[in-house]
């Protein structure tokens, strides 16, 4: 079984608003963060946001910051990422991941499979 899986994806009009959530079927540290990427065809898979698992400290990437909400729920070991104001440019395979945090792919080892987010204008 995949240990984080991803939902929440669809087909939405730009300034439409979508929620993503991701499901851990790991146990989550509270020292790791989740993250949230996105990859767009030819394109390199980019951060967007993270929160650090116990103390739901964020950060985010300068472009989304404003428009996209991170969140978690521990009980649920389930972590959401709430876009807002989509735009065709949004359009992408988002991710969820978790590791140490950080800006890095290469901080994460863990990933989910992917949703696909297609904004029509």
């Known amino acids: 079984q995949a240990q984080l899986v991803e939902s929440g994806g669809g087909l939405v009009q730009a300034g439409d608003s979508l929620t993503l959530s991701c499901a851990s079927y790991?146990?989550?540290?509270?020292?790791?963060?989740m993250g949230w990427f996105r990859q767009a065809p030819g394109k390199a898979r980019e951060f967007l946001a993270a929160i650090r698992w116990s103390t739901g400290i964020t950060w985010y990437e300068d472009s989304v910051k404003g428009r996209f909400t991170i969140s978690r729920e521990i009980a649920k070991n389930t972590g959401r990422l709430q876009m807002n104001s989509l735009k065709p440019g949004d359009t992408a395979v988002y991710y969820c991941?978790?590791?140490?945090?950080?800006?890095?792919?290469?901080?994460?080892?863990?990933w989910g499979q992917g949703t696909q987010v297609t904004v029509s204008s």
């Open positions: 790991r146990h989550t540290s509270g020292s790791e963060a």
């Open positions: 991941a978790v590791g140490q945090g950080g800006y890095s792919i290469y901080n994460y080892a863990y």
